[in-house]
């Protein structure tokens, strides 16, 4: 009877887990987007990173690169998708489906660059409180279309072939509106996203990131 007990109290703290998880994953893209900065603080852990096409560092310069951002015009959107979550006690990997949305001018003309992707993230519980360890997305694929229908932006083609096919037009206008931009970002296939699937395995075993 104790038994029984104690699978179903651990069976309801793993079902609060993730309730906690997907809810924190949905607060990250609305606060976010919003302009709420002292609530998205909150997802973080103190020594949380972010990884993204265009800025690699800890989320506390996430959150003050991103207020900059915004005081310029930078007009970038999430939107989200399914989410499945891995759960190993106190830690967790997460995958969320989600598209990237960025206005901007290329070569005069503006547009809208939709990537389409998974946010992976590393997860720990801390003091009974999950936050982000680490939040690397994966960029899958991407198109470019102008707002104003008929409207033909005459890309550089050798800057567009820098970049890898998932996140290489999201590349183009970052680049354009001078960000230095990744060029090895993870996609959908290749050793990159391996090499991340991999980290992520050890993270739920207890190794550092």
């Known amino acids: 009877m104790e038994e029984t007990s104690d699978r179903a109290a651990t069976e309801a703290e793993e079902v609060a887990d993730r309730r906690r998880i997907r809810e924190l994953l949905q607060n990250w893209v609305v606060w976010r987007d919003a302009g709420h900065w002292e609530r998205f603080r909150t997802v973080w852990h103190p020594d949380g990173r972010m990884m993204a096409t265009w800025f690699q560092g800890s989320g506390d310069e996430f959150i003050r690169v991103s207020q900059e951002g ?4 930078v007009s970038i959107l ?3 998708g399914g989410i499945s979550i891995d759960l190993a006690g106190s830690r967790a990997v997460s995958q969320t489906k989600m598209t990237i949305s960025q206005r901007g001018v290329v070569e005069g003309v503006s547009c809208d660059v939709v990537c389409t992707g998974r946010f992976y993230d590393f ?7 999950w936050g982000i360890v680490l939040r690397q997305p994966i960029y899958e694929k991407d198109r470019l279309d102008p707002v104003t229908p008929g409207a033909v932006p005459q890309l550089d083609a050798a800057l567009l072939a820098r970049f890898p096919e998932g996140y290489r037009h999201l590349a183009y206008i970052q680049t354009r509106i001078g960000y230095t931009v990744k060029p090895d970002m993870p996609g959908l296939k290749g050793p990159e996203v391996e090499a991340l699937y991999a980290r992520g395995a050890a993270w739920l075993r207890g190794a550092p990131i």
């Open 70 to 73: 915004w005081a310029k015009g």
């Open 123 to 129: 997860l720990e519980k801390r003091d009974g409180r």
């Open 78 to 80: 999430h939107f989200l």
